[in-house]
C-alpha cells in the first residue's frame, strides 16, 4: 500500500511540474536544457522529474546536467553519485571546478558573490553546449520569500520568475520547479531515497532570506493555500490601486 502511495506522490509532482512548462512555455520540442545539479534536494529532483518527463512524452528535449564545484569554499558534494545518477537517468554529467575570488566586491556578502561566479559558469556551460534554456532548481517558496527580501530590504516588488529571457533572447532561465512548495520536494527526495548533501556551504544562506522566510512561517503558519496565495498575487496586480 505505502508503495502505491508513494508512486502516486511522484506522479503528482511529475504532473505538477508538467504543468509549470505547460503554463510557462517553460520547455518546448527540440530544446537542449542544461541543468544546475547543485547535489542538494531541490536540483535532483529538478533533474528527475525532467528526465522522467521526457520518457513518457512524443515531445523530445535534450538534457546537460552541470555541477559547478568551488574549491575555496569548504563544502562537499557527492559527484559520484550525481555522475551515476545522470547516467542512470540518460543524461550527460559535466563537472566544473573553480575557485571564487570572495573578496572582488567587500560590500556583498561571500554567498552572494560565490553564486555570482557560479551563475557566470552555468551561463558559459551553456552556451559551450548550445543550450537555449538553463535550468534551476528554485521553488515556490524560494519565490515568495525573494519577493519579501526584494520588498521589505530594496523597496521594490520583484521575484523569481518562471522564465527569464537572457543576452538578447539567447538564453531563457526556467524553473520548472515554480509551483512545488519546499516541502513536496522534501518528500519527494525522501521516497526516491536521494542522500543528503555531504558537507553544507560554511557561510550558509543569507541571513536576510532566513529572517523573510521566519516572517513567511509566522504570516501562514504554514498554511499552503496562504502560500500558494501569496504567489498568485503577484500575476494578479491591480495597478489603479497602488502609486505611480
Same mark, same amino acid.
Given at each position: 500500500?505505502?508503495?502505491?502511495?508513494?508512486?502516486?506522490?511522484?506522479?503528482?509532482?511529475?504532473?505538477?511540474?508538467?504543468?509549470?512548462?505547460?503554463?510557462?512555455?517553460?520547455?518546448?520540442?527540440?530544446?537542449?536544457?542544461?541543468?544546475?545539479?547543485?547535489?542538494?534536494?531541490?536540483?535532483?529532483?529538478?533533474?528527475?522529474?525532467?528526465?522522467?518527463?521526457?520518457?513518457?512524452?512524443?515531445?523530445?528535449?535534450?538534457?546537460?546536467?552541470?555541477?559547478?564545484?568551488?574549491?575555496?569554499?569548504?563544502?562537499?558534494?557527492?559527484?559520484?553519485?550525481?555522475?551515476?545518477?545522470?547516467?542512470?537517468?540518460?543524461?550527460?554529467?559535466?563537472? #566544473? *571546478?573553480?575557485?571564487?575570488?570572495?573578496?572582488?566586491?567587500?560590500? @556583498? =556578502?561571500?554567498?552572494?558573490?560565490? +553564486?555570482?561566479?557560479? &551563475?557566470?559558469?552555468?551561463?558559459?556551460?551553456?552556451?559551450?553546449?548550445?543550450?537555449?534554456?538553463?535550468?534551476?532548481?528554485?521553488?515556490?517558496?524560494?519565490?515568495?520569500?525573494?519577493?519579501?527580501?526584494?520588498?521589505?530590504?530594496?523597496?521594490?516588488?520583484?521575484?523569481?520568475?518562471?522564465?527569464?529571457?537572457?543576452?538578447?533572447?539567447?538564453?531563457?532561465?526556467?524553473?520548472?520547479?515554480?509551483?512545488?512548495?519546499?516541502?513536496?520536494?522534501?518528500?519527494?527526495?525522501?521516497?526516491?531515497?536521494?542522500?543528503?548533501?555531504?558537507?553544507?556551504?560554511?557561510?550558509?544562506?543569507?541571513?536576510?532570506?532566513?529572517?523573510?522566510?521566519?516572517? #513567511? *512561517?509566522?504570516?501562514?503558519?504554514?498554511?499552503?493555500?496562504?502560500? @500558494? =496565495?501569496?504567489?498568485?498575487?503577484? +500575476?494578479?496586480?491591480? &495597478?489603479?490601486?497602488?502609486?505611480?
Amino acid at each position: 500500500m505505502a508503495e502505491k502511495e508513494d508512486l502516486r506522490y511522484i506522479e503528482k509532482i511529475e504532473k505538477t511540474v508538467g504543468l509549470a512548462i505547460n503554463r510557462y512555455s517553460l520547455i518546448e520540442g527540440g530544446d537542449r536544457v542544461a541543468v544546475a545539479l547543485s547535489g542538494g534536494k531541490d536540483s535532483l529532483v529538478l533533474l528527475d522529474t525532467l528526465a522522467r518527463r521526457r520518457r513518457r512524452l512524443p515531445v523530445t528535449y535534450e538534457l546537460f546536467a552541470v555541477h559547478i564545484f568551488i574549491k575555496n569554499i569548504g563544502y562537499e558534494s557527492d559527484v559520484n553519485f550525481m555522475r551515476e545518477f545522470c547516467s542512470s537517468l540518460n543524461v550527460p554529467f559535466q563537472l #566544473i *571546478e573553480m575557485e571564487a575570488d570572495l573578496t572582488i566586491d567587500p560590500g @556583498k =556578502s561571500k554567498c552572494f558573490v560565490c +553564486s555570482w561566479h557560479r &551563475r557566470k559558469a552555468l551561463f558559459n556551460f551553456a552556451e559551450e553546449m548550445n543550450c537555449g534554456k538553463l535550468a534551476l532548481g528554485h521553488h515556490l517558496d524560494d519565490a515568495i520569500e525573494t519577493l519579501m527580501m526584494n520588498m521589505m530590504y530594496s523597496g521594490i516588488t520583484s521575484s523569481l520568475p518562471p522564465s527569464l529571457s537572457m543576452f538578447s533572447g539567447r538564453l531563457h532561465m526556467i524553473r520548472p520547479l515554480i509551483l512545488l512548495e519546499k516541502r513536496e520536494i522534501d518528500r519527494y527526495a525522501e521516497i526516491r531515497e536521494f542522500p543528503a548533501e555531504v558537507k553544507r556551504c560554511p557561510y550558509g544562506e543569507d541571513t536576510t532570506r532566513i529572517k523573510a522566510r521566519e516572517m #513567511i *512561517e509566522q504570516m501562514t503558519s504554514g498554511s499552503s493555500a496562504v502560500k @500558494k =496565495s501569496i504567489f498568485r498575487s503577484m +500575476s494578479n496586480i491591480h &495597478r489603479e490601486y497602488l502609486p505611480d
